[in-house]
């Protein structure tokens, strides 16, 4: 069984004076992907804000590597090999797609090893060669999600962060990257962490899963069982126990079995 390289050991995260992680722990395999699936405003983006340190915890500890690194800055929490990839991208606009990928490595020093890695994401993303000099700010929505991605990956990382990469993106386009995934994974050995509503996808590729709900871990299994659980199936597939396509209820009430 491969090392744990991330553990959250009951965590809790705080929006003002609403708690918004409730006491959660759980742990991440090197090597693995691991997904947290769950509703908006279930805590899913609080949990990754707070291990890459753009949140402190009220409570809890975050050990990566087996370093607590709770409460640290996030560019020494980057240093240490977290890349964080955020909902909404957040490219730089006015800057170009090359120089977009040039701040990822901000932490290096290793001139060759840059430009190697700049030819390795070209490779898993052609569109940005083209694109290369290009504002970022003009791309389409797809084409930033993979410049965000490659952007992460300049920092050489252990470790990503991987907040909602299917937001707002045709099906074609979320298949594909999510294909990058798993290959930046099985290829570079880059152990991930995905925040993602659509389970279906993520449940694929992933190889453990958690399912949060209002702040707490309602449950938890490898991929291919909780695929076969009724309740991922309904709540979270659009599938009820017939097995005919239903539609996403989010917000009923729901005892989990």
Known sequence: MADTLLAVANLETY?????????????????????????????????????????????????????????????????????????????????????????????????????????????YFPVLRSRAEQRAGSLSGGEQQMLAISRALMARPRMMLLDEPSLGLSPRLVKEIFEIIARINRERGVTVLLVEQNANMALHIADYGYVLEVGRIVMEDTCPRLLEKEDIKEF??????????????????????
């Open 15 to 123: 929006y003002g004076p609403i708690m918004a992680i409730r006491g959660i722990s759980f742990a991440v395999p090197e090597r693995s992907v691991v997904t947290i699936l769950g509703a908006n405003g279930a805590g899913k983006s609080t949990i990754l804000k707070t291990v890459s340190g753009v949140m402190d915890p009220q409570k809890g500890t975050v050990t990566f590597a087996g370093r607590e690194i709770q409460g640290m800055d996030p560019d020494k929490v980057t240093r240490l090999g977290i890349s964080h990839v955020p909902e909404g991208r957040e490219v730089f606009p006015f800057l170009s797609v090359r120089e977009n990928l040039l701040m990822g490595a901000f932490t290096r020093r290793d001139v060759a090893g840059v430009a190697e890695d700049l030819e390795l994401v070209y490779s």
């Open 236 to 257: 979270y597939l659009g599938m009820k126990e017939s097995g005919v396509r239903g539609t996403r209820r989010w917000k009923r009430k729901k005892t989990w079995r």
